[in-house]
């Protein structure tokens, strides 16, 4: 597998946000959101063996593991894994971008699935068939940039009665839309769903990698 970065932090997004996790970071993402903040995913990285991943995660003291990236469902190995770490007692998130199939991942995966808000530029790559293949154990997010994205997503929710499905996350595009105005909308909505900040760039910082 080409591996960017693995690395022990806390959580900084999700409805597990300041959980210890480590996280495994593959290289290369198929779209190019117009507000990514992890270009350098796009290209750097090594390659590992799963044996090798495996034997890095297993010099820290945690067991829950984010697949992340980029695109981790690019590389086949990625449910290969996924799997293996389940089985040995891992548990594991997978973080996709919403534009590759879903539907043969592990069932103990939670899947953390991303639907493009039309201010990202990549509506148009979303796979829809992947909101069959979620349960009550995963989550959907929103990155939302302004009112137009903010009012997109909150017709996606209705129509797909998402909040019946599993857990809905919102979160405003960082430096770019003020939380307390997205918080408010939310509010004003009465919508079933979770505000997410990204907890790590409050901590450490918008351009600090590996935590």
């Known amino acids: 597998m080409r591996i960017n970065e693995i690395f022990k932090s806390i959580q900084g997004e999700t409805s597990y946000a300041g959980t210890p996790f480590l996280f495994v970071r593959t ?7 117009s ?15 799963i044996d090798e991943i495996i034997r890095t995660l297993g010099k820290y003291d945690c067991r829950n ?24 007692g891992y548990k594991v998130f997978v973080e996709t971008n919403g534009s590759v199939d879903i539907s043969g991942l592990h069932p103990e995966i939670i899947k953390i699935l991303d639907i493009k808000c039309p201010g990202s530029g990549m509506t148009e790559h979303i796979v829809w068939d992947n909101l069959n293949a979620l349960t009550s154990i995963d989550e959907v997010k929103f990155i939302v940039s302004d009112y137009n994205d903010y009012v997109w997503a909150k017709s996606v929710i209705a129509s797909h009665k998402l909040p019946d499905i599993c857990t809905v996350l919102i979160a ?22 979770r505000l997410q900040l990204q907890l790590h760039k409050y901590i450490w910082g918008p351009d600090v990698r590996g935590v």
């Open 172 to 193: 405003p595009v960082f430096n770019r839309l003020d939380p307390k105005q997205i918080a408010e909308w939310i509010i004003n909505d009465n919508l079933d769903v």
């Open 27 to 33: 290289t290369g993402c198929n779209l190019r959101c």
């Open 35 to 49: 507000w990514c903040d992890t270009t350098y995913a796009y290209d750097e990285g090594e390659d590992f063996s």
């Open 65 to 88: 593991v984010a697949i992340t990236g980029g695109e981790p469902l690019l590389q086949e190995e990625t449910p290969l894994l996924a799997e293996y770490l389940i089985n040995n």
